[in-house]
């Protein structure tokens, strides 16, 4: 299994580890590439639950690449907290 680290995790986002709530991940450095990799996408807390996405397709990732996580509507930012001391992943609406 591959995995693809990103800078925020379940503190931001936690409706996936609370309830399996599916979000479109989507490598935006990359995104006139094809994609060839099945990957997990985990955040930078060490616990089982930070996984913001399971069995995703998306061409291969590097470091400094910028990761879109869709959807996540009114309830990513408000149910946000500092878990863990780290801080929440800036919002941003499209």
Avoid at 11 to 25: D, K, T, W
Avoid at 37 to 61: F, K, M
């Amino acid at each position: 299994m591959r995995y693809v680290g990103v800078g925020t995790g379940m503190n931001s986002l936690v409706r996936p580890a609370l309830y399996g709530a599916y979000h479109e991940i989507v490598n935006l450095t990359r995104v006139d590439e094809a994609p060839s990799q099945t990957v997990t996408i985990v955040g930078p807390i060490c616990e089982t639950g930070d996984r913001l996405g399971t069995d995703r397709l998306l061409p291969p990732s590097r470091e400094g690449d910028v990761i879109l996580i869709a959807n996540a509507g009114a309830y990513g930012y408000v149910m946000s907290s500092n878990y863990n001391r780290r801080e929440v992943a800036r919002e941003i609406v499209i």
